[in-house]
């Protein structure tokens, strides 16, 4: 029985699980490194150590320092844990859109949660590395972990994940298979890998389909903490330090729904429960495993637990909601069998950028035109609009109105115009939930599939459906 003098000692040695279920039928043994099984819940747990231990080598964190950190969570609960116990005040700044779970556990663990919104590009003074990089000019012995450029993030792998994947599996790995946030975890793991075996290992990275790293167009995706997302106002791209792309052989592109979908089958078939980083991960190890043959053998990652998602890919009702999960066979149609009796229901959706003048939004809109989408930016994205980047609606008929006597300046931006938002609905939802989504004030609801806004459908087409 292993008995440990400190939790500190409890990060890393994680077991590898062979995915039984998800790989029948497959030739090649496929194994799942169970890294919500440090002490923090995730693979996160080995940067931050790193990254603490190397800071205090380096004289930058010192006895009643603060350690401070820009992080979708997981990250901040390694630093938290560890910080606490080496005597440090932890300071997080989260996203506002990171899962409430998160936040709850950063503070358990005794992190003070600064939350900053993720609406503004990199270089708005009021962008969470922006507020975060503020906090450690004002506090005294502050410093900044940067998980993003902080070398002793990938050596941590390096030193640690890569090592233990090369001794679980005997030298036999052949393929190892990574999601890619920081980029930290497939720098590390990869190059080492890649090392121990003259270069015959292959490292795969799965990517969120929109995300840039593997070509997608940039739009937001529903997979948190990896991929690169890039806002339309950002004015200069610039990728992580931690990822070492030259190590990466090539990547998997996979959409959210076969994510998410994939995370659900971890947990059910397999008694894994990890999040949707995970289910990306284990969704591209899959495809990568049916192209091997009986020697080989795969190692996917699984950097954290399923337990900070109940409320959102756990939940049918939320999956439902985004238009992940379909409902064809029910006794009522579903919203999208509605729209698709009414030809041309994809022209409905209409979008103008943020930054557009009052007067050009409602310029020229035919009178059918119930709502109008407020997007980021007017680019198209190739992709589709994801529902995350509608910042609001406006109402061109009263808009135009307002403008025509007078009450609204043309020129003031449309972003000051916003109407209450639209409800969403699933197109995978039956019509009288989505009739119950859209309580009593609302003319129309946003139509989601895949998370992706599609079109809008009306309070008289869903009333008239459920007559
Ligand atoms: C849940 C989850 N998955 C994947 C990653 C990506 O790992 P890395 O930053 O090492 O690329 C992270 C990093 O924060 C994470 O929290």
Redesign the pocket.
């Known amino acids: 029985m292993t008995v440990h003098e400190s939790v500190l000692d409890a990060i890393g040695e994680t077991p590898l699980f062979r995915l039984t279920q998800l790989g029948r039928g497959i030739v090649t043994p496929l194994y799942a490194k169970a890294e919500f099984l440090n002490i923090g819940g995730?693979?996160?747990d080995r940067?931050a150590l790193s990254m603490v231990l190397q800071a205090e080598r380096d004289g930058l964190l010192r006895p009643g320092g603060t350690i401070v950190e820009a992080?979708?969570?997981?990250?901040g609960i390694g630093l938290a844990i560890i910080g606490r116990q080496r005597g440090y005040r932890v300071i997080v700044g989260v996203s506002d859109r990171s899962a409430r779970e998160k936040v709850d556990i950063l503070r358990a663990y005794g992190a003070e949660v600064v939350l900053a919104p993720t609406r503004f590009a990199k270089q708005h003074p009021d962008h969470l590395f922006n507020v975060v990089r503020r906090l450690v000019d004002e506090i005294p012995g502050a410093w900044l972990a940067n998980?993003y450029d902080n070398p002793a993030?990938p050596a941590a792998?390096l030193r640690t994940t890569g090592p233990e994947i090369w001794r679980q599996t005997g030298g036999r790995v052949t393929h190892f298979v990574?999601?890619?946030?920081?980029?930290?975890?497939?720098s590390g793991t990869g190059e080492f890998l890649r090392g121990a075996s003259g270069g015959t290992v292959t490292v795969v990275g799965a990517d969120p389909e929109t995300s840039v790293y593997s070509g997608g167009d940039g739009s937001a995706y529903y997979v948190?903490?990896?991929g690169h997302f890039l806002h339309p106002d950002t004015a200069e791209d610039v990728w992580p330090q931690?990822?070492h792309r030259d190590v990466v052989d090539r990547f998997e592109r996979i959409p959210d729904r076969e994510s998410l979908l994939t995370a659900r089958r971890l947990a059910s078939e397999e008694g894994l429960l990890a999040?949707p980083?995970?289910g990306a991960a284990a969704a591209a190890a899959l495809r990568v495993a049916r192209t091997l043959g009986p020697d080989d053998l795969v190692v996917v990652l699984l950097?954290?637990s399923g337990r900070s998602y109940l409320s959102t890919v756990f939940s049918d009702d939320w999956l439902r909601r985004w238009g992940f999960l379909e409902d064809p066979d029910g006794a009522e149609p579903t919203v999208r069998q509605l729209l698709d009796r009414s030809p041309g229901w994809a022209d409905r959706l209409v979008t103008v950028s943020s930054r557009a003048s009052a007067g050009a939004a409602v310029d020229g809109l035919p009178g059918s035109v119930v709502a109008v989408a407020v997007v980021l930016a007017r680019a198209e994205r190739r992709h589709g609009l994801s529902a995350t980047e509608i910042l609001g609606w406006i109402e061109p008929a009263a808009l135009g109105a307002a403008i025509a006597a007078g009450r609204i300046r043309p020129d003031s931006p449309v972003s000051d115009h916003l109407v209450d938002p639209l409800p969403a609905v699933g197109g995978g939802q039956p019509v009288s939930a989505a009739r119950a989504a859209l309580g009593p004030r609302h003319a129309a609801a946003v139509v989601l599939r895949d998370g992706r806004a599609i079109s809008l459908v009306t309070r008289e087409e869903l009333d008239a459906a459920i007559r």
């Open positions: 995730s693979v996160k940067a992080t979708s969570g997981n990250t998980q993030n792998h990574a999601g890619v946030g920081t980029g930290g975890t497939i948190e903490s990896i931690s990822y999040g980083s995970s950097p954290d």
